[in-house]
């Protein structure tokens, strides 16, 4: 083994260990609270950030005036509060990561620091894709879907007439002989986990890439396992896409299709991983045919 692959110093005793970790987790922790507060300062506009998809979806099945209510004194500020939790930990996701790196770093070698070090990079940059393809592509067909069940400004037309003109934060709704007028009146926070639900999973989902090659370079799964795991890996990125979405089969299959095509990336990956370790051990004479093509 080279000198520039043996393990950097770190004969620091337990304790100066410890205080290390202390201090990375102050700073973790301070960095996310300071993003928490300034991400609450803006919560309100990332709020209509998050609900534009359903804004988007009310307008489009004919209500010009979309409303959402909330229906205790404290749940519009939890709500606020909720957003700046999770868009605080977004923000301050690349301070805390450094801080992990930088704690297990000194017990890396070079070349698994050099190797490691990508996937580090690459996973914040997939959550992200995976984040906006949720947010532009599922959460509004997902909200079509839903609405589209009960047009309620359509059905409060024909029921009510004169209803477009009414104010869109006031609904009247005067006594009728038979029938019961349908309205959507969507709770803020309600509306607001699904959107973060399908935004949290999809990101996560798209984390595949990073979780599989790491496991492929690591020795722990092959491109051949995992190609003859076809089948199973299908019928299990259905089951994890029943659990993490709304229970409507369109975001479902939405999910299927922009993870499968994932999987299949990672069997290419780890793939390729496999034939530059292949060349490097042929290079120094280590390879043997018998046992090591075996298990390519």
């Known amino acids: 083994m080279s000198a520039q692959d043996e393990i950097e ?7 100066e260990h410890l205080a290390e970790l202390r201090n990375r987790l102050i700073w973790a922790v301070a960095t996310f609270l300071v993003a928490m507060i300034l991400c ?30 909330y229906t205790a004194p404290q749940e519009y500020f939890f709500t606020l509060v909720h957003i700046s939790v ?22 890396l070698y070079r070349s698994e620091k050099a ?24 959460t509004p067909l997902a909200m ?17 007439p004169g209803i477009s003109d009414a104010p869109g934060d006031v609904i009247a709704v005067p006594e009728t002989s038979e029938g019961i007028a349908i309205v959507f ?4 926070n309600e509306t607001l986990d699904i959107s973060l639900k ?7 989902c798209f984390q595949l890439p990073v979780l599989l090659t790491l496991m492929g370079k690591a020795g722990l799964v092959s491109a051949k396992g995992l190609a003859g795991m076809r089948k199973y890996a299908v019928v299990l990125i259905l089951m994890v896409a029943a659990l993490v979405t709304p229970p409507d089969i369109l975001s479902q299959m939405i999910l299927f299709f922009a993870v499968y095509p994932l999987y299949e990336v990672s069997i290419f990956m780890i793939r390729r991983i496999e034939k530059r ?19 390519g």
Not at 115 to 130: D, E, N, R, Y
Not at 144 to 160: M, Q, T
Not at 198 to 204: E, P
């Open 185 to 188: 009146q969507g709770k803020v």
């Open 9 to 15: 110093d770190s004969a620091a005793p337990l304790v």
């Open 115 to 138: 190797a490691f070090l990508p996937f580090l990079v690459a996973s914040p940059v997939l959550f992200v894709l995976g984040a906006l393809f949720a947010h532009y592509v599922v």
């Open 277 to 295: 370790r292949e060349a490097e051990l042929r290079a120094e004479g280590l390879w043997d045919e018998e046992t090591d093509g075996d298990q």
């Open 40 to 69: 609450f300062v803006v919560a309100e506009p990332i709020l209509d950030f998050l609900l534009k998809p359903i804004e988007q979806a009310m307008r489009a099945l004919g209500n010009p005036n979309p409303v959402m209510q």
């Open 144 to 160: 079509s879907f839903f609405l589209g069940f009960a047009d309620s400004y359509s059905l409060l037309s024909a029921i009510l």
């Open 198 to 204: 399908l935004i949290m999973a999809f990101g996560l």
């Open 86 to 107: 999770v868009a605080g930990l977004m923000v301050s996701f690349p301070v805390i990561a450094y801080q992990l790196w930088r704690f297990v770093a000194p017990g």
